[in-house]
Nanobody
């Protein structure tokens, strides 16, 4: 059974930081590109960041210089370190896994809420 278990969301003030974590099944983590998407009500889902099995990251322009994605292959966990948070970063954040031969996301986590507000 595939599992993507997210943690680390919450309420933070503008300018603050949060770290999201996503623990994945080992057989998924070893070959899939891992990533994070976000979505607010009434908006399309947006790719935030992704990282290949080789550790090559790709961030959306809206978060470059503020968010960092990383993976720990020993712990089968991918992280999203978010800094200099803005109110417009308020969203539900989803951990994702994409098979190397797939064009679309293969698995989605359940989502974790991030709220940036004073």
């Amino acid at each position: 059974q595939v599992q993507l278990v997210e943690s680390g969301g919450g309420l933070v003030q503008p300018g603050g930081s949060l770290r999201l974590s996503c623990a994945a099944s080992r057989h998924i983590f070893s070959i899939y590109t891992m990533g994070w998407y976000r979505q607010a009500p009434g908006k399309q889902r947006e790719m935030v960041a992704r990282i290949t099995t080789a550790g090559s990251p790709n961030n959306a322009d809206s978060v470059k210089g503020r968010f960092t994605i990383a993976r720990d292959n020993d712990k089968n966990t991918v992280y999203l370190q978010m800094s200099s948070l803005k109110p417009e970063d308020t969203d539900v954040y989803y951990c994702t896994a994409r098979h190397p031969f797939a064009t679309d996301i293969t698995y989605w986590g359940q989502g974790t809420q991030v709220t940036v507000s004073s």
